[in-house]
């Protein structure tokens, strides 16, 4: 206890929390050593834009993306202009936009009452999830985006605060930075809106400041499409996109899928990237909530957890993405691997459990937020409304909306984890005075178990990825290959097979390499010749050596 209150006090006098998540960042960094000159994922995607600026000095987008993603290439271009262009460069980058949306987190925290050591907790949380440490080394928009966007509403809360006009141009100004990133910006200035003419009325200053606002946004947007329409097309990727999202629309039948499916999803990602504040949740609901709607909860709960168990395609996704997607144990990309890529790391049922827990924590987390939120609008005039929460509730409002009709992979909910984090702490502001040492050791617990997962899985990922690139190393320069007729995996192939005017998207059946002569798998394939192995260490699995197989393709002379 002594121990804990000179850490308060030292927080409290001391810039510590901003030096302590950098030096955290930077010594996670040099532990794990996420370097490798091959993408990963859709990073090709995004590296191969700033390729083509760099030795063209124009924009070209691939069709696998469809997001703006102009700033990102540009702040590429010139750092690579300035050190040299490589993949760990760009990767740098979003190292440093990483640290600044923890630092954005941590002051939006503060700003909204939260006691220093406690907004410091929060921001490691968000910043060694294991999703978010993952795409963090990665040049994938998210991290990125998320580093620009946390400031512009860090400088709209702040306006909330002081009314100060600088605070408003500095917000506007970051907003289009982050639009000019990835388009889903367009969450703040609607709930920018709305906050203020809540908290101030309906006045000449609040309509304009709302309508430049608004107005400036759809420009970009509008001026943005245009652009693109008529400097190369339309990227086949962003009328996909929009096509699905109106059909969804369209469509009573898909609308009531699309609730139901990304309620499930949603549930199940928030309650795995926030595991950790579980036993608060609980506490809060055992305190806030009467017995028959304690009930109500559990019944809720076990009926999400039947549906998951029972409906082979929701559990499958939600394993996919919230349980091995977090293993890193990725297949090669290529028929080959998954064919023989098959390394048990826990039973079915374990999985099934922690799925079941994943979503669980969820319903808690979201149903204290949810009660937080009926309870002040119900019992609280609007006007005394706290004008932060109307906007940080807005912004997650208006971003579900908008993707709903989306299928959700993992790394779009990293935009709602801070607002979650945010709102959670307002919904259990009382109850963390009184916290005891169970439920704060339990929290720490599962803080400490979130980081050695983070940890274990970039550093499998890159461990892993430089053994193939030691394995394509070897083909290329001893078996003089070219890269046609290699099949090294969706990475790999990505990176060296991707052409802009391919047709397939969204098919993507690109990336197969028909008859190769080489193919690289996790797994031996008996009918091929067996001409190398290349061994890696796991840190997820402590004593498991992973492998990497180089093959010769007997079919193919």
Known sequence: ???????????????????????????????????????????FAYIKPVQHYLQ???????????????????????????????????????????????????????????????????SILMLFNPLYFQIGVSFVTDIPFLGIFLWAVYFMLRYFETAANKYYVMGLLCTIAAFFIRDVAVVLPPAFAFALLLQKGFTKRTILLSLVYILLLVCCYFGWRWWLANIH??????????NRMLETLTSPVKIASALSRNTIYTLGYVGMYCVPLLPIALLAIKRYFTRSQLLIVGIFAAALCIVILSINKVYGVLLTHVWDGFTISFNSGNVYSMQNESIPYVTEWVKKIITCCAVVSGVCIV?????????????????QLPVSVIFLAGILCIYGILMFTQWMIPRYYLVMIPFILMLFYKSTEDLFPIIGPVVRNSVLGFLLAVVYISFSFVHDTFARHRAYMTALDYVENQCHATYWDIDGGFDYNSWKNYYYHYKSTPDKN????????????????????????????????????????????PAIP
Request: glycine share 6%.
């Open 1 to 43: 206890m002594l121990i804990l209150k000179t850490i308060t006090r030292s927080f409290n006098k001391f810039p510590l929390p901003y030096i302590g998540i950098i030096l955290l960042w930077v010594s996670a960094i040099l532990i794990v050593h996420p370097f490798s000159n091959l993408p990963f994922g859709d990073e």
């Open 56 to 122: 063209t000095g124009s924009m070209k987008y691939t069709d696998w993306s469809s997001m703006t993603l102009i700033l990102q290439v540009w702040i590429g271009a010139v750092v690579s202009w300035l050190f040299g262009f490589s993949i760990t460069t760009l990767r740098l980058i979003s190292q440093a936009f990483a640290v600044s949306a923890v630092l954005a987190l941590y002051m939006n925290l503060q700003i909204i009452g939260t006691k220093r050591l406690i907004a410091f907790l929060l």
């Open 233 to 242: 097309g339309l990227p086949k990727n962003i009328d996909f996109s929009r």
């Open 367 to 383: 149903l204290v937020i949810v009660r937080y939120l009926w309870v002040l609008g119900k019992n609280i005039r609007h006007k």
């Open 510 to 553: 690109w990336w197969w390499v028909e008859n190769p002569k080489f193919v690289l798998t996790d797994g031996h394939i008996p009918s091929m010749q067996l001409l190398k192995v290349v061994s890696y260490y796991r840190w997820y699995q402590p004593g498991f050596i992973g492998y990497v197989y180089v093959h010769r393709n």
